[in-house]
């Protein structure tokens, strides 16, 4: 299926107009309008994240939206020179305090066949004095984002607003990038894990996953672009204590009872790919109990288990 696109302005006017008392419900439904063939959910929202903001006075007006920019036009890139201008100016930096929100929309029978749209929740709060008399910072740089700095309670600056960040063909950007690096071929290992298991029979993919994407630069300075799966579900994503992982029957209670909890079939595993190797200890013990007397995961399941015990991966 290949569903036209809306073009990113036409999202991000949408954003901007966007009133967020009418709840995002109504948000889903103007993106739904503006590309019928797809239909759009709004499956998670990740937060915790920010970007450098501007300037305010004491009053907190506005002196400058860009900090960067503001502190290179004012030091004449020395930053003594910064610090001893504005030591007893009273101004504060702000930062942009975000949020993403996730809309996924299927577009093929594949799981990685889905439309991925994020847009971005932004709003403006008290970070820091922009100066302080007991501390100076060696760089510019430094001066931006300090790592170690008292910071203020974040008292926002305005109101919160939505920016549109992006929308990926999640299939087309595999096809792209699978062969570039080692992110990129296993996230196409999992979504052919996802395929081949009780998962992708059951369940659609993009309703319970979304790829968190990010652009670096390598060592070489060639562009990359990293994808790494992140669960929609919001509960604790634990099956068992592994200090004492059980067997036979209390551990085919356990991931079955997790399976149900998240909402598809064989949701243990994949979980485990997302997750530190800690967690491998459970996908040891599953395997003896299918060499031994029990017998709890289809076919299928117990193939890619294999598979993957074979040659272990994460994501």
């Known amino acids: 299926m290949n569903a036209p696109i809306a073009k990113p302005e036409s ?3 949408l954003c901007l107009s966007f009133d967020f008392s009418s709840g995002f419900e109504q948000l889903t439904e103007k993106i739904n309008l503006l590309m019928p063939e797809l239909q759009f959910t709004h499956v998670v929202t990740r937060g915790n994240w920010y970007r450098l903001g501007g300037v305010v006075d004491g009053d907190y007006k506005p002196i400058s939206q860009n900090i960067a920019q503001w502190a290179e036009e004012s030091s004449g890139g020395d930053v003594d ?4 201008d504005y030591i007893d100016c009273g101004y504060f930096a702000t930062r ?5 929100h996730y809309f996924t929309a299927p577009c093929g029978e594949g799981p990685e066949q889905f439309i991925q749209l994020e847009i971005e ?10 100066v302080d008399g007991d501390w100076f910072p060696e760089s510019l740089e430094e001066f931006l984002d300090p790592l ?10 305005g109101s919160a607003y939505l920016q549109f960040r992006r929308i990926t063909p999640i299939e087309s950007l595999l096809k792209e990038s699978s062969g570039r690096n080692r992110s990129m071929q296993s996230l196409s290992r999992f979504f052919n894990d996802w395929y081949e298991s009780s998962a992708g029979v059951q369940s659609q993919f993009c309703n319970h996953w979304i790829l968190a994407l990010r652009e670096y630069q390598d060592r070489d300075g060639e562009h990359q672009l990293s994808a790494k799966p992140y669960s929609t579900f919001s509960g604790e994503l634990k099956v068992t204590s592994l200090g004492d992982t059980p067997h036979g029957s209390e551990l085919a209670n356990a991931i079955h009872g997790f399976d149900r909890q998240v909402g598809y079939p064989f949701a243990w595993f994949f979980n485990l790919l997302s997750s530190k190797s800690d967690n ?9 109990d299918q060499m031994g007397a029990f017998d709890y995961l289809p076919a299928r399941d117990l193939k890619v288990l294999r598979s993957w015990e074979s040659n272990p991966y994460a994501v």
């Open 280 to 288: 491998y200890k459970l996908a040891e013990e599953v395997l003896k």
């Open 96 to 100: 942009l305090a975000g949020k993403t």
């Open 148 to 157: 170690d700095y008292p910071r203020l309670e974040p008292e926002p600056i």
């Open 121 to 130: 929740e932004l709003q403006e709060v008290l970070d820091r004095p922009l």
């Open 11 to 13: 999202i991000a006017s």
């Open 81 to 84: 020179n910064l610090i001893a």
